[in-house]
C-alpha cells in the first residue's frame, strides 16, 4: 500500500517539474502510476487529469505574474482543447489498458524525440 506522505511526495515533484518544464504532469505521473503503483491506465489518466487543473491553475498565475502568459492564445487553445478533451477520453474509455498504454507510450516516445531534436 502507497502511504499518503509517499503520494504527497511525488505530488510535490511532479508539481516542481510542471511548473519548472511547463510539461504536462501525466508525462511523469501516469507512468509511475501504472508502472510503479499497479494502478489500471484508465484510471491513471483520469487521475493525472484531476491533478492537472490545480497545478495548471497555480503555475499560469505565477507566470501571469512575471507577464509570460498569453492569455488570448491559451483561451483560443482551451476552447478547442475542451471539445477534444471529451472525444479523447470518449475514444479511450472504448480501448483495453493494454492498447491505451501502447498508444501512451508511443507517444511519449515521439515527444521525447522530437524534443531532443529541437
Known sequence: MRSSLIIVGVGFLIGILSGFLGLGG??????????????????AMATSLAVIVPTGIVSSLLYQHQGNLDLALAIKIAAGS??????GSTLACRLSAVALQKIFGGMLVIIGIRMVIG
Open 26 to 43: 501525466g508525462v511523469l505521473l501516469v507512468p509511475i502510476m501504472i508502472a510503479v503503483w499497479g494502478i489500471e491506465s484508465h484510471v
Open 82 to 87: 475542451i471539445v477534444g478533451a471529451y472525444l
